[in-house]
T-cell receptor, first 116, second 112 residues
Framework: AQKVTQAQTEISVVEKEDVTLDCVYETRDTTYYLFWYKQPPSGELVFLIRRNSFDEQNEISGRYSWNFQKSTSSFNFTITASQVVDSAVYFCALSVGPTGGFKTIFGAGTRLFVKA | NAGVTQTPKFQVLKTGQSMTLQCAQDMNHEYMSWYRQDPGMGLRLIHYSVGAGITDQGEVPNGYNVSRSTTEDFPLRLLSAAPSQTSVYFC???????????FGPGTRLTVL
């Protein structure tokens, strides 16, 4: 079965703190894709990053970085020096192949509050 | 490009009524999906389609029907609305399952 677990329901930090959002996934497919999306208070869903199962390189984009580890089936997301504008719900998603029906499923999301 | 459009933005139904949520995309994407978002439960996949004429069930398909007669359109039909279907519904499209999804603005549905 395929599954995405975001164990942190809500996180609250003070501006300028670093924060890591956890994502653990399950799939039997050898080829799969992982994504992070952001949903700000306005409600739209915004794509942040994509990773395929063969690319374990970590990625940094400004204050955002992602750590993909196949050994632990994790794809964690770190925000460095958080800002109030980072307050949002963050979703991790998994796109699976033949054993999972070629669909994309999401975790329950982590709500991040960044206080000034 | 308009991207992914959804209509209506808001809808109130009475229990037992039926309706269709419309979704259209103008990006020539093959892959389209319907999700519902409920507090604390994230986005749950209702139905999806990997191309015109091909649809499949997601995690929570009961009470919903879909069809995909064209690449552009992917309507979601509620056959007999129930209060448990009160939710925000998002339609999404992507070039393939390997690519990021583009989401519509959502439809907020209330079933009384």
């Amino acid at each position: 079965a395929q599954k995405v677990t975001q164990a942190q329901t809500e996180i609250s930090v003070v501006e300028k703190e670093d924060v890591t959002l956890d994502c653990v996934y399950e799939t039997r497919d050898t080829t799969y894709y992982l994504f992070w999306y952001k949903q700000p208070p306005s409600g739209e869903l915004v794509f942040l990053i994509r990773r395929n199962s063969f690319d374990e390189q970590n990625e940094i984009s400004g204050r955002y970085s992602w750590n993909f580890q196949k050994s632990t089936s994790s794809f964690n997301f770190t925000i460095t020096a958080s800002q109030v504008v980072d307050s949002a719900v963050y979703f991790c998603a998994l796109s699976v192949g033949p054993t999972g029906g070629f669909k994309t499923i999401f975790g329950a999301g982590t709500r991040l509050f960044v206080k000034a | 490009n308009a991207g992914v459009t959804q209509t209506p933005k808001f809808q109130v139904l009475k229990t037992g009524q039926s309706m269709t949520l419309q979704c259209a995309q103008d990006m020539n994407h093959e892959y389209m999906s319907w999700y519902r978002q409920d507090p604390g439960m994230g986005l749950r996949l209702i139905h999806y389609s990997v191309g015109a004429g091909i649809t499949d069930q997601g995690e929570v398909p009961n009470g919903y029907n879909v069809s995909r007669s064209t690449t552009e359109d992917f309507p979601l039909r509620l056959l007999s609305a129930a209060p448990s279907q009160t939710s925000v519904y998002f339609c999404a499209s992507s070039y393939s399952r390997a690519n990021e999804q583009f989401f519509g603005p959502g439809t907020r549905l209330t079933v009384l």
